[in-house]
């Protein structure tokens, strides 16, 4: 007789052991590899040949499975990329498997199955490949650092087995590998460097590898490290060319962007035609103010060309530079006084731009006609400063408004340094945003793109025929400046004795002001007339080219450091080594799979 208490024990066991076996099921029944059998064949070029025999038990019916292999890698902030080459995939029958191969990020994606036949139960799928750069070397010995199984794989493999066959040797190379060959394995989570339940076992030149019930997100990764000459390292020329493949964006960018600017630079900014030889010239090019041909020859607009403004504007009798000794804390101080010509025209139509503001800016105009008669640098105003700042992008406009250049060469200066500053915004934000996805070889290319850019700013801006032609006379006429003929001075002095002074300008812009002088220097007052335009303090001596010179470059460098002075300023896969600092995941391969 059943008692009632037995009866609701009965219930409630059977009841406990229906829902037990429904919550046990799935997991009984999942998928698994029951092997995965990898065998490894190291050359002597240090090739690798793998065959990977994966059995996989399917639990319901799948189209099959897909193996992904990394194939680039993180070294030295670089992508190194293995040379991976798929021979075959075939079944356990040696039969092919339909399969599909596609690059996914940084990895080898193969899809293995028929997507109109599924499969159930056991199955083996053998996978054959072969690849290069996946031995890295140090101090010459080979060492290969394998990640056998890779720690993505969303079930259990039941065994997993690494067969690493060593190249055959002599009998001595032989017997060194078997004394010399250090070997560490590793077992479990990324990083782990636990190997305590992994098999190794060596029979002459062959190592395997042996461990169990590898569990979802862990694998099993080996380090072998090999004598000196066990493997032959790549040949120098092979080493360069993948080191090409690695930092390819450093050479890449740099050189689109170099031969980009030279194409530009080759059909719009260099000049019309070659400058070829020059020959000497006794006079300068009429068309041209000293500072213009000082911005001809050079393509810029430097301290002496503006300075030569001052000097070139007083020779023609606008205005008297008149040095004045003033007492000051240390003793007496220079100061400088420009003495307006009362007939003198400032709204001249034969005064360039350029030249209008210097008029302007020295004798603090304020509209119309309204100018001082009489202005000291020491008490210029800062609105004559501002416009003093304005000489440069005044040369360079009229000069290209005359047809000199074919831009203004400060505008396509400006383009080429604004590209470079967007070049290092984009790197910037590249490098806050995306700094995952570049590396250094692309980071250090942006770097050079910038700095060709920049250099590129001062290359680009070309004259045209008209400039180019005025160029040639303005270097000749400087080559006859810069090494001066004192009896072919003395002849022209002769027919023209206010020579010197009047072409005094034009030697300051080419920096020959002193030979110049010296070509002067003991002439005669007949043929060389003491300047009017400038007066030192001291004018109790006769006139010296020689001493004038000095003392007016001493009276001009003062005049452009207070002139300057008040203008504004212009705006394995990682190349690690298993045996020490490895761990799971660690060298090349690994990766995973699934089914689908």
Request: glycine share 8%; with cysteine.
């Amino acid at each position: 007789m059943i008692r009632p208490w037995s009866k609701v024990f009965i219930s409630t066991f059977t009841v406990c052991a229906a829902l037990s076996g429904l919550l046990l099921a799935p997991a009984c029944q999942a998928d698994e590899v029951s092997s995965m059998d990898v065998t490894m064949t190291a050359q002597r070029d240090s090739t690798l040949n793998v065959v990977e025999k994966i059995t996989v038990n399917f639990s319901e019916p799948r189209h099959g499975i897909f193996r992904v292999f990394p194939v680039k890698y993180s070294r030295l902030g670089s992508s190194y990329a293995v040379d991976f080459n798929l021979n075959s995939v075939k079944d356990e029958n040696n039969q092919n498997v339909s399969f599909s191969q596609s690059a996914r990020g940084n990895d080898v994606n193969i899809k293995i199955g028929s997507g109109s036949k599924l499969v159930q139960g056991s199955h083996t799928y053998v996978i054959s490949y072969k690849l290069r750069r996946a031995v890295n070397f140090f101090d010459k010995q080979p060492e290969i650092y394998w990640n056998v199984t890779g720690d993505q794989w969303p079930y259990v493999i039941r065994s997993a087995r690494l067969n690493l066959e060593l190249p055959p040797s002599d009998k001595a190379a032989a017997l060194a590998l078997n004394t010399t060959i250090n070997t560490v394995a590793y077992l479990g989570l990324p990083n782990s460097k636990s190997g305590e339940r992994v098999t190794v076992e060596q029979v002459g030149q062959k190592l395997f590898f042996q461990a169990y019930d590898i569990t979802p997100g862990t694998g099993l990764t080996v380090a072998v490290r090999l004598p000196v000459g066990a493997l032959v390292e790549p040949t120098l020329a092979t080493q360069i060319a993948w080191l090409f493949i690695d930092w390819y964006p450093l050479l890449f960018l740099p050189g689109l962007t170099f031969f980009g600017l030279y194409a530009t630079g080759r059909f719009l900014g260099t000049d019309e035609a070659p400058t070829g030889a020059t020959a000497v010239d006794w006079e300068p090019p009429k068309e041209i103010t000293p500072a213009e041909m000082g911005v001809l020859i050079d393509e810029r607009v430097d301290r002496r060309d503006v300075l030569s403004i001052v000097v070139d504007l007083a020779v023609r009798g606008y205005y008297k530079i008149v040095e004045v000794d003033k007492p000051g804390f240390w003793g007496l101080s220079k100061d400088y006084r420009f003495e307006r010509n009362l007939h003198a025209d400032f709204d001249s139509s034969d005064l360039k731009s350029f030249e209008k503001e210097m008029l302007q800016s020295l004798f603090n105009w304020r509209g119309g006609t309204d100018y001082d008669f009489v202005s000291e640098l020491s008490d210029l105003s800062e609105l004559g400063a501002v416009r003093f700042s304005q000489f440069r992008h005044l040369l360079y406009s009229t000069m290209t408004a005359q047809g000199w250049f074919r831009e203004n060469p400060d505008n396509v200066r400006v383009q080429c340094i604004q590209a470079t500053g967007i070049i290092l915004l984009l790197l910037v934000f590249m490098l806050v945003f995306a700094s995952s996805f570049i590396g250094a070889p692309f980071i250090l290319g942006c770097i050079f793109s910038a700095i060709i850019f920049f250099f590129f700013s001062g290359v680009i801006p070309a004259r045209t025929l008209s400039g180019l032609h005025l160029r040639r006379q303005a270097l000749g006429f400087a080559r006859f400046m810069e090494r001066p003929d004192k009896e072919r001075i003395r002849v022209l002095a002769d027919k023209d004795p206010t020579l010197f002074a009047r072409l005094l300008p034009y030697a300051m812009v080419v920096n020959a002001a002193d030979q110049w002088a010296d070509a002067f220097e003991g002439l005669g007052s007949d043929l060389v007339a003491a300047p009017v335009w400038y007066q030192g303090s001291d004018c109790d001596f006769a006139f010296s080219p020689r001493l004038f010179v000095s003392q007016m470059n001493t009276g001009i460098e003062n005049i452009a450091t207070s002139l300057q002075a008040l203008s504004p300023a212009a705006s394995a896969g990682s190349g690690m080594s298993g045996m020490s600092g490895g761990g799971v995941g660690g060298g090349f391969g690994g990766g995973g799979g699934g089914s689908w």
